[in-house]
């Protein structure tokens, strides 16, 4: 019997590429970066499964170029670039990689946020540069940490992380979320208050909500405004719930004192963007899930979420398989 075809859209770690190369006839893109619009539509056409990244945009058009795909499995946890009720419809099943990251990625939100509020990126590039000449009292003052009061927009499973690294710096913490944590509240803690407080009151604002149409550009102009001067902003969520432009005029106007950001928009950020010239912003490469033993999980989740679909199993991680009827055969 001929194993199912699975499209896989990047090189991912080997213990998923295992996994799949055992149980199914798998194709790998092998560039560094993803493939162009019109190959991806063609690499799909017969295939069974697909396991894409972010920057795969799955879609009618995708899902109309292939008539036999019945499994999209995304190397995330976020899933904006899928159509999941497009899939639904059609019968495929769609799954992500949720859970494994959490730690990882707060680990990360937190070095964005050391590292803005002590300047280490500014220091490093200063000593590189050749200008580290003696000590000096006024030399790259930065914003304590320890006994400031962070603010989490969004406080899922990786939101909560931040919190516990937080409460080791002995920091306030208060949070917004759609969805009230009272039991987060009492065991950690921390302070529940709307939208607005959070901004006003944060001397970091950490961003950890979903890409939705009502988080686009949640953070903009007016918000900026309403933050302390010394405050400065993390996001390791989704590049487009800030909006960049606003930011770089925040930035560069003395609005608020900085950013660390691990995701833009646009994503990648081009090296002509004015953003990139802020000296008070750290980006990152979008790696926040960056640890050899994180991607490797995530890997062999996604392809456990192929495999088990393609075999009418429970997925590790599904987003759909419980709405999914009529599948494909």
Not at 64 to 87: M, S, T
Not at 232 to 257: E, Y
Not at 308 to 321: C, K, Y
């Amino acid at each position: 019997m001929a194993k199912p075809k699975v499209f896989v859209s990047r090189v991912v770690p080997e213990s998923g590429l295992k996994m799949l190369y055992e149980a199914c006839d798998v194709e790998v893109w092998p560039g560094d970066l993803p493939p162009p619009r019109k190959t991806l539509l063609e690499k799909v056409r017969d295939v069974d499964g697909l396991l894409s990244l972010l920057t795969d945009k799955v879609d009618d058009e995708l899902l109309d170029a292939a008539p036999k795909l019945r499994v999209v499995a995304n190397l995330a946890v976020g899933f904006d670039n899928i159509d999941v009720d497009a899939c639904t419809r059609r019968g495929v099943l769609c799954g992500n990689t949720p859970g494994v990251l959490t730690e990882t990625t707060a680990d990360f939100a937190f070095a964005l946020l050391m590292s803005a509020a002590r300047r280490v990126v500014e220091g490093d590039r200063y000593t590189r540069e050749g200008k580290w000449l003696t000590w000096g009292p006024l030399l790259l003052l930065g914003q304590d940490v320890h006994h400031s009061t962070l603010g989490l927009v969004g406080l899922g499973r990786i939101g909560s992380e931040m919190a516990k690294r937080a409460k080791g710096f002995s920091m306030r913490v208060i949070y917004y979320d759609m969805f009230r944590r009272e039991d987060l509240e009492q065991s950690m803690g921390i302070t529940f208050a709307d939208l607005d407080t959070v901004i006003r009151e944060a001397d970091f604002l950490s961003i950890h909500t979903p890409l939705t149409p009502e988080t686009r550009h949640l953070m903009n102009a007016e918000r900026f405004k309403m933050m302390k001067k010394t405050a400065i902003l993390i996001n390791s969520a989704r590049g487009p719930i800030v909006d960049t432009m606003a930011l770089n005029d925040a930035l560069r106007s003395g609005t608020i004192a900085g950013a660390g950001l691990d995701v833009t928009d646009p994503e990648p950020i081009p090296m002509d963007h004015p953003l990139v010239g802020a000296p008070n912003c750290v980006i990152a490469p979008h790696i926040a899930s960056a640890s050899v033993v994180t991607r490797s999980k995530m890997s062999e989740i996604a392809a456990g979420n192929i495999i088990n679909g393609l075999r009418g199993e429970t997925m590790p991680a599904p987003l759909n398989q419980d709405k999914v009827t009529g599948r494909r055969k």
